[in-house]
């Protein structure tokens, strides 16, 4: 991964998911946690509101400008 000059990584989270919501939606998300990275992970899987859809997975990495996800097919800043 290519970093400017001088960009620090400060975390990497390896099962991250970028999740888009249909347009023209209203959609209730749950409210951000205050979280160390990582997350602990609970048994029982969260289904997504209606109206949003994961477009992609992959490593997130933050660094001290920007937030990478390595996803499986491109990279999304």
């Given at each position: 991964?290519?970093?400017?000059d001088g960009e620090v990584v400060v975390a990497v989270q390896p099962a991250a998911e970028l999740v888009e919501v249909e347009a023209g939606r209203h959609v209730?998300?749950?409210i951000p946690e205050l979280a160390v990275v990582p997350v602990r992970?609970?048994?029982r899987a969260r289904r997504l509101p209606h109206g949003?859809?994961?477009?992609?997975?992959?490593?997130?990495?933050?660094t001290?400008?920007?937030?990478?996800l390595r996803g499986r097919e491109n990279d999304c800043e």
């Open positions: 991964m290519d970093l400017a209730d998300l749950p992970r609970t048994k949003i859809r994961v477009a992609d997975a992959g490593t997130a990495v933050i001290d400008r920007r937030l990478i």
